[in-house]
């Protein structure tokens, strides 16, 4: 069965300061990886994703994600982050042969002037 | 305007009244999905259609109920809510069958039950 474990819950962080979220998957098949954001009282939305070739993701808002193999980890950064960033981020997989996507507990990024 | 929309919002009701959460999608998505919200959980699929008359069971189906008569609506019934249902709920929908693709999300619906 495959499952998503984000390894913090809550991340509090100084506008401007570099983040990472990490997320750490487990799965006996091919999955595709995901990271959506909630902002505040609205619903998730997709920030990016990998699904094959490059294994850095990059969305257009400057976060990134690796896709590491080995490790089965698919960490989320950004170099510089904004109060605008604050928002609970969420990891989800998905295999490459059903139906379902399995969504990590959620990680919430608090970013402080 | 592209979007997947949940009526209502917030409800507030008691256990074992019977009760149906709306979803509507204008993306002529064929996969629509319905998951919970729980603290420390994260989103669990309660579930999840691939096309109009067919739906399939998520991870959490037990109490709920699902039917897909057109392609834009797929609402979430709950024959008889207990506490154990409060919760926010999600609906969301993509292009094809799901795996791979981008999901929609509604705004979400908060269900408190008594």
Redesign the interface.
């Known amino acids: 069965a495959q499952s998503v474990t984000q390894l913090d819950s809550q991340v509090p962080v100084f506008e401007e300061a570099p983040v990472e979220l990490r997320c750490n998957y487990s799965s006996s098949v091919s999955v595709y990886l995901f990271w959506y954001v909630q902002y505040p009282n609205q619903g998730l939305q997709l920030l990016l994703k990998y699904l094959s070739g490059s294994t850095l993701v990059k969305s257009i808002n400057g976060f990134e994600a690796e896709f590491n193999k080995s490790q089965t980890s698919f960490h989320l950064r950004q170099p510089s982050v904004h109060i605008r960033d604050t928002a609970e981020y969420f990891c989800a997989v998905s295999n490459t042969g059903g139906f379902k996507t399995i969504f990590g507990a959620g990680t919430r990024l608090f970013v402080k002037a | 305007e592209a979007q ?1 929309t949940q009526n209502p919002r917030y409800l507030i009701t008691v256990t074992g009244k019977k009760l149906t959460v709306t979803c509507s999608q204008n993306m002529n998505h064929e ?1 629509m ?1 319905w ?1 919970r919200q729980d603290p ?6 309660i579930y ?1 259609s ?1 096309n109009v008359e067919a739906t ?1 069971k ?2 959490v189906p037990e109490g709920y109920k699902v039917s897909r008569k057109e392609k834009r609506n797929f609402p979430l019934i709950l024959e008889s809510p207990s506490p154990n249902q409060t919760s926010l709920y ?1 609906c ?1 929908s993509s292009a094809s ?4 693709e ?7 619906t908060r269900l408190l039950v008594l």
């Not at chain 2, 420390?40 to 699929?45: D, F, S, V």
């Not at chain 2, 981008?102 to 979400?108: A, E, L, N, V």
């Open positions: 997947v996969y999905s998951y420390g959980l994260g989103l669990r699929q999840y691939m399939d998520g991870d999600f969301a069958r799901g795996v791979g981008t999901q929609y999300f509604g705004p979400g």
